[in-house]
């Protein structure tokens, strides 16, 4: 039905185009309704488009980013996450490829350090001295870390020979039982003795050469002493530390 079946055009007469309206919306000539019928819709019609509207478009982009992360953290599979079944346990493997198992080793790999024997020595030293008891509390605070599983410590023949010698028998017998706290041990090897001459090329006495060249061998990240002479020198493979210092950095 077109408008001007059912209107009349200009220079027609009302009489001539009310039939044909009339027999549009379901009458005959005369007026009368054959069948009840609704009146016709002149609502335009809306072409049906899957476009939504403007004002959509962007939180369809946002959820797509979304829907992308996501399928980018369960590519790499990173350790944090695990099966139902490994919830249960914290102490159970994550569930992931080899990048995820990675992840976890690096993050859960512990710093390896290594006490020297002034360290371990300075307890007994003057505590009148705030310099002196602060690297004491420090140096107590990194034994408590060592026990707690924080840190691997290194232990070597350099610390027995010189704990051995120590004539205190109260400072020999405190000192002792951290060779079977540590972790790891590191024994007169050839490599160490040489690679000890060579540190001593540097300004650095016999003893502290060797206790650098163990540390070096059993690839420890850190060398902790309280004498001020090392701590101003740079090793090679290795750092050289306070222990104020070192507390200071971890626990930032």
Known sequence: MTHSDTFPLRGQSVSWALPRAIAAVGGDADGRRSR?????SFRPSVRASHEPPAYRRPVQLAREKIKIGVAIFHFFDLPTRRSPRDKMSRSAPPVGNGAG??????LMRKPKIYLDNC?????????????????????????ASVREG??????????DYENGKNPYEE?????????????????????????????????IKNND???????????????????DKLTNKTIPNIRI???IDFVREMEA
Request: charged content about 30%; aromatic content about 10%; some cysteine.
């Open 36 to 40: 009840r019928v609704s009146a016709p």
């Open 101 to 106: 198992r990675l992840w976890e080793e690096l």
């Open 119 to 143: 360290s371990y020595n300075r307890p007994f030293d003057n505590q009148k001295q705030m310099k002196v008891r602060l690297e004491t509390e420090a140096k107590l605070f990194i034994q």
């Open 150 to 159: 924080k840190y691997s410590l290194c232990w070597s023949f350099m610390l």
């Open 171 to 203: 400072k020999r017998s405190m000192i002792a039982p951290w060779k079977e706290i540590a972790e790891d041990y590191c024994p007169p090897l050839e490599v160490v003795l040489s690679r000890g001459q060579e540190i001593m090329k540097r300004g």
């Open 209 to 227: 050469a060797l206790h650098i060249s163990c540390a070096i061998e059993r690839q420890c990240e850190y060398f902790i002493t309280t004498d």
């Open 241 to 243: 530390i306070n222990p």
